[in-house]
């Protein structure tokens, strides 16, 4: 892997762990892992129930840390009380989470080793009320972790029947959101369309990186599901190729569409009809930030190292395809929290414009302070 002065960057300031820089070099060897999310009664189970059955070749290993509430069903279950693993009667495994999750995964991974259990990916299924940050986090902080499972994606479950109120009440619902790199909503069929459009469009206020589905009773294709690479550095050049698109979203504030207190919007997300919400009252936002001159390696880790440092926590997700000077190679970069990794990508095509193109969602975020630093990081 070739070393680009920058990498200092997300080195020195946000102690990086080597699960980002090292992925394209042992994804072959490492245990796929799925997070599934979303608040109470949107779906998950359901869901889950259907990629467990589905014909597609695979064994999953389920971590379930709400089995004693919502059992996944007990008539495809063998228990095995002593072991707290449950043996699917079709090659699956599920664990209901008794200890941290850590040491849950590291009796698995080891289980797997010994050839007492036998499975290709992991699914994590997260209580409805559950932050998916720290979870994400279990796979770069721990080293051991790391060097056996591989972090795929997060995929968060929206109930369009009840999301209004879990979005505009529940900061784990918004978080939950912030997080996705797959978005599934379900209950269409139960709210107008108005309605549906509506929540999409706050959805992506939201999340312009996650692409979302609707779907019915868990029909989810599993390529919609698997070996979505959300957390690959070079799995996805483009952030979001239509939230991108300058003829596009050239001007659009995606922090809300924020306006002066009485200014007239006809924005359909801030209508006071049923249906619709405001979207300035959303914590979580994104904001994406453009530009066809180079970075200063030195400028942008310097920047990067003071805004994470303090505002890491409310970052949740963030991702760019950076012009760097010193190399003709696109730079790719993301984070989650205070942990950042970097690599290099291909290079720069004969004609294509050297464009840097950045995505940070976060809780409250402030997108003047981010916009003009990074303007200030530009050769």
């Excluded at 902080?141 to 505009?168: G, R, W």
């Excluded at 900061?171 to 209950?187: H, L, N, P, T």
Aim: proline fraction near 3%.
């Amino acid at each position: 892997m070739v070393v680009w002065r920058a990498a200092r960057l997300l080195a020195r300031v946000v102690k990086i762990t080597v699960y980002f820089l090292l992925i394209a070099r042992r994804t072959m060897s490492l245990i796929p892992v799925t997070i599934l999310t979303g608040f109470l009664g949107s779906g998950k189970t359901t869901l889950l129930k259907r990629i467990l059955t589905e014909t597609h070749g695979q064994k999953i290993a389920v971590i379930e840390n709400e089995f004693g509430e919502e059992n996944i069903d007990n008539e495809i279950l063998v228990n095995d009380t002593q072991e707290n693993i449950i043996q699917m009667n079709n090659g699956c495994i599920c664990c209901s989470i008794r200890e941290d999750l850590r040491d849950t995964l590291q009796v698995l991974a080891e289980k797997k080793r010994k050839g007492e259990l036998a499975f290709d990916r992991v699914v994590i299924e997260t209580t409805g009320l559950a932050d998916p940050g720290p979870v994400a986090q279990t796979f770069f902080m721990d080293e051991e972790i790391a060097e056996q499972y591989l972090l795929d994606s997060i995929l968060t479950l929206v109930d369009a029947k009840h999301a209004e109120v879990q979005l505009n009440d529940r900061q784990e619902a918004r978080r939950q959101i912030g997080f996705a790199d797959q978005i599934f909503i379900s209950k269409t069929d139960l709210v107008p369309d108005a309605e549906v459009k509506a929540l999409m469009h706050r959805l992506t206020h939201m999340n312009p990186r996650a692409p979302q589905k609707a779907v019915h009773f868990g029909e989810v294709a599993i390529a919609d599901v698997f070996d979505l690479r959300g957390f690959n550095l070079n799995a996805k050049l483009d952030i979001d190729p239509d939230f991108l698109k300058a003829d596009d979203h050239a001007g659009h504030d995606h922090e809300g569409h924020n306006h002066a207190e009485g200014e007239h919007c006809d924005h359909p997300s801030h209508s006071t009809e049923p249906g619709h919400h405001h979207a300035h009252d959303d914590d979580v936002k994104s904001f994406v930030f453009r530009s066809d001159k180079a970075f200063s390696p030195a400028k942008l880790e310097d920047f990067l190292g003071a805004v994470v440092n303090i505002y890491g926590p409310r970052m949740l997700r963030y991702k760019g395809v950076l012009n760097m000077e010193g190399t003709e190679r696109k730079v790719i970069f993301q984070g989650v929290h205070q942990l950042m990794g970097s690599d290099l990508g291909p290079a720069w095509a004969a004609g294509e414009t050297k464009t840097s193109k950045m995505v940070f969602i976060g809780i409250d975020l402030p997108k003047d302070i981010f916009m003009q630093g990074l303007e200030q990081c530009l050769v």
